[in-house]
Structures are given as C-alpha cells and as structure tokens.
T-cell receptor, first 112, second 115 residues
Framework: AQSVTQLDSQVPVFEEAPVELRCNYS??????LFWYVQYPNQGLQLLLK??????LVKGINGFEAEFNKSQTSFHLRKPSVHISDTAEYFC??????????FGTGTSLTVIP | DADVTQTPRNRITKTGKRIMLECSQT?????MYWYRQDPGLGLRLIYY???????NKGEISDGYSVSRQAQAKFSLSLESAIPNQTALYFC??????????????FGEGSRLTVL
C-alpha cells in the first residue's frame, strides 16, 4: 500500500524568502506524485505533478518539485514566496491514476 | 459556473438524522470520488466510482453510503449522522482517458456539523 508523509504540519515564512515543503512516500512500485494547494474556503487544485521523465517538475505560481527516487521524496520549493501563497498544501501519490493517497497537509503562512 | 458542484455547502444537523450530500459535474468525467477532510488528517477516501455501475469502498466507508445516479451525479449519504462525522467533505472527478496523467478535480466542499 502507498502512504504519504508530510513532515511539517505548519511552516511560517517571511515574504520573499524561499520555502521548502517536505513530502516522503512509501511504495514498492513506481508511482505518480502530485502537489495540490487549497486556498481558504476553496477546494483543492493541482499545483504540479510528476509522472515520468525529468525529476524536476515545474508548476503554477513559481513552484517546483524534485522527485528523488532513492530517498522516496517529492519536496516542493519556491525561491521567493508571496502573501498570496498562504494556503494548505497536500502531497499525494497514485499508483495507476485510479486511487489517490493524500498526506496530512502542510499549512504555509507567509508573514509580511 | 463551477465544473464540480457540491450541495449543500454548509449543513448543521443533529445526531441520528439522515443527511445527503450531492455532487454534480459538467466535466464529462467518468470517475467520481468522495473524500473527507479533518484537521491534521488530510483527505481520506470514503467511496469512489469508476462508472455508473461500479462503486467501491474507500478507506473509511463505514457509516456512509453512496449512489451514482448518472455519470454526472454522485451522492453521499449518512444514514444516521454522528458527531465524529463532523468534517469537510469533498467530491472530486477524474477521467479514465487521461488516467496516465492523473489529476483530480475538486468541488468547493460541503461543511457538515453534527451536533
């Protein structure tokens, strides 16, 4: 079975500073990896995804993530955050695209 | 208009009442899902359906039932609501034709409070 661990439940960061949100997964087979973002009072929307190929994936709003197979990680990064990036971020894995398993989420708060 | 619409958006009810949450989509997707979100627990899958005649239990289906009335409609029922079913519920869709690109499309959520 797949599982996802998001190591940080809350991450405060000052505006224009870099940020990394950590995600580790466990699976004995290849998986698809995703980051979703949830803005206050909204549903989740896709930020970026890794299916295959290049291990560095770029998404919307300047976010990127790097797939590391040996460390089974898929950390999310942004070099300079804005106030508007304040949101809940969820890492997710899928084995075949049929079922998705989500982490517990990381609340990113950008401080002015 | 939203592609995935959930009704009601907010509901307060009492223990023992029957509650139905409805989801409709205009994306033409064949797959639909119900998730539950609790603080600190992330999203957990309740039920999923790959087409009208295919319904499957997720990891936390006890106390819930679903109905896929049409390709575009997927309802979640709580036959006898209890306080620990207080949560934010999300409906989501995906398309088998793009299964290899895997992406879920979410509604805006239904907040349920059981007193």
């Amino acid at each position: 079975a797949q599982s996802v661990t998001q190591l940080d439940s809350q991450v405060p960061v000052f505006e224009e500073a870099p940020v990394e949100l950590r995600c580790n997964y466990s699976s004995s087979v290849s998986v698809y990896l995703f980051w979703y973002v949830q803005y206050p009072n909204q549903g989740l929307q896709l930020l970026l995804k890794y299916l295959s190929g290049s291990t560095l994936v770029k998404g919307i709003n300047g976010f990127e993530a790097e797939f590391n197979k040996s460390q089974t990680s898929f950390h999310l990064r942004k070099p300079s955050v804005h106030i508007s990036d304040t949101a809940e971020y969820f890492c997710a894995v899928s084995l075949t695209g049929n079922q998705f398993y989500f982490g517990t989420g990381t609340s990113l708060t950008v401080i002015p | 208009d939203a592609d995935v619409t959930q009704t009601p958006r907010n509901r307060i009810t009492k223990t023992g009442k029957r509650i139905m949450l409805e989801c409709s989509q205009t994306k033409g997707h064949d797959r639909m899902y119900w998730y539950r979100q609790d603080p600190g627990l992330g999203l957990r899958l309740i039920y999923y359906s790959f087409d009208v005649k295919d319904i499957n239990k997720g990891e936390i289906s006890d106390g819930y039932s679903v109905s896929r009335q049409a390709q575009a409609k997927f309802s979640l029922s709580l036959e006898s609501a209890i306080p620990n079913q207080t949560a934010l519920y999300f409906c989501a869709t995906s398309d088998r034709r793009t299964v290899n690109t895997g992406e879920l499309f979410f509604g805006e959520g239904s907040r349920l409070t059981v007193l």
